[in-house]
């Protein structure tokens, strides 16, 4: 039985995913590094915003912080409850979960790594899709906790698997972010109305994630909102192609992709939404996509 659950990082999307705990939880535990936002969330949702140190003392707790380094520096100075199960929602590095995995569960503590799809919209609405890895009986027993802000979650494999499935996901959004810039490029070069075509692709084989949201969103409006930053999206493209690396495996796609992810982090502007690196190709062939 889960008694209280903790949340551990409340940015743009565990602030989000956090609220829905109390609706489910009568115990639930917020903490941030600026304290004063996990006041505001308790003020907010009926949370409790509590030291870091009790936090941990929850049967379930979930982080979602920047990367795999910051969950460990934080882990490592905590003296955990035995029994609890933590869940990383953070976009993190596989070898980092199975090193975790391997060392909390000497301590008799589970880690399952559980990254999130679906941006802002979805940890508000609580339709986010969520990848976990870890031992199947863990998962199991934490689902619950899972479901108050996931629609889809699938066990898709032992520690790492969940990260790993995160990080090829974000590298196919960067794929396709990259080559829509090319291609409504080429049509808006010829002349060609890009609403109307956008219609006809999204009706067509050519359609993706894209095409479907971001670029009518995001970018033909030249609204850019910040809900999934640039230097996210670089670093997970980073993480794929070190997957890619260490089964060593042909992957010049992605690798070109990486790259040209890593360029326009580097001179977008700071706090760009991910769907501003198509910046850099309008920068270099003076044609907007609006």
Request: net charge negative.
């Amino acid at each position: 039985m889960i008694q209280t659950v903790a949340f551990i990082g409340l940015g743009a999307m565990g602030y989000r995913m956090a609220a829905h705990l109390p609706k489910h939880f009568d115990t639930v535990y917020v903490w941030n590094r600026s304290f004063e936002k996990a006041e505001q969330h308790a003020t907010e949702y009926g949370t409790q915003a509590i030291d870091l140190h009790q936090a941990v003392q929850a049967d379930i707790i979930f982080s979602c912080l920047p990367t795999s380094q910051d969950v460990k520096q934080l882990i490592d100075s905590l003296n955990i409850k035995a029994g609890a199960i933590w869940i990383d929602c953070t976009s993190g590095v596989p070898a980092a979960a199975k090193e975790l995995a391997m060392s909390l569960k000497q301590k008799d503590i589970e880690f399952l790594d559980a990254p999130v799809s679906g941006q802002t919209i979805g940890a508000e609405n609580a339709t986010l899709t969520i990848m976990v890895g870890g031992d199947a009986a863990v998962f199991d027993r934490a689902l619950p906790a899972m479901q108050t802000f996931g629609k889809l979650i699938k066990h898709v494999g032992d520690s790492g698997a969940g990260f790993a499935v995160k990080a090829v996901n974000n590298m196919l959004l960067a794929v396709n972010l990259w080559s829509v810039a090319e291609g409504f490029t080429t049509l808006k070069a010829h002349g060609v109305n890009l609403n109307q075509a956008l219609e006809c692709i999204n009706a067509s084989s050519g359609k993706s994630g894209v095409t479907e949201t971001a670029l009518p969103a995001r970018i033909l409006n030249r609204s850019f909102p910040l809900t999934f930053a640039l230097p996210l999206l670089a670093k997970d493209t980073g993480i794929a192609l070190d997957l890619v690396n260490e089964a060593k495996l042909p992957a010049p796609l992605l690798a070109l992709t990486q790259s040209l992810i890593q360029a326009a982090n580097l001179t977008a502007e700071p706090d760009s939404d991910f769907s501003a690196a198509v910046k850099m190709y309008e920068a270099w062939t003076k044609i907007i996509l609006e």
